[in-house]
């Protein structure tokens, strides 16, 4: 049984940071690509990072680009999530997701369709 446990979620002020941690089990978790999303209230869930099996490559949308950074200990099958300068557009539901790729593709097109998620953890930044 495939599960993957964020943690790490809280309340922040602006500007400040959290670290998101993702435990996986039950896959091989070094092949697979890593991902995380959010979803604020009332929106649609949102892609926002992923890295590839070795962290020799990533992919982050512009809305995150420069404040965070994702990163993963496979030995650990843990992915993580560094979330700096936090606003309050960033709060949501956090996500952690992993697609299984047959071949090397994209970062972005590979976590179209992730096979697995975990149940999420909130991140609330006031201002």
């Known amino acids: 049984q495939v599960q993957l446990v964020e943690s790490g979620g809280g309340l922040v002020q602006a500007g400040g940071s959290l670290r998101l941690s993702c435990a996986a089990s039950g896959l091989t978790f070094s092949s697979y690509v890593m991902g995380w999303f959010r979803q604020a209230p009332g929106k649609e869930r949102e892609f926002i990072t992923a890295?590839?099996?070795?962290?020799?490559?990533?992919y982050y949308t512009d809305s995150v680009k420069g404040r965070f950074t994702i990163s993963r200990d496979n030995a650990k099958n843990t992915v993580f999530l560094q979330m700096n300068s936090l606003k309050p557009v960033d709060t949501a539901v956090y996500y952690c997701a992993a697609a299984r790729v047959p071949a090397p593709i994209p970062l972005a097109q590979a976590m179209r369709a992730p096979r697995y998620w975990g149940q999420g953890t909130q991140v609330t930044v006031s201002s």
């Open positions: 890295i590839n099996w070795n962290g020799g490559s990533t």
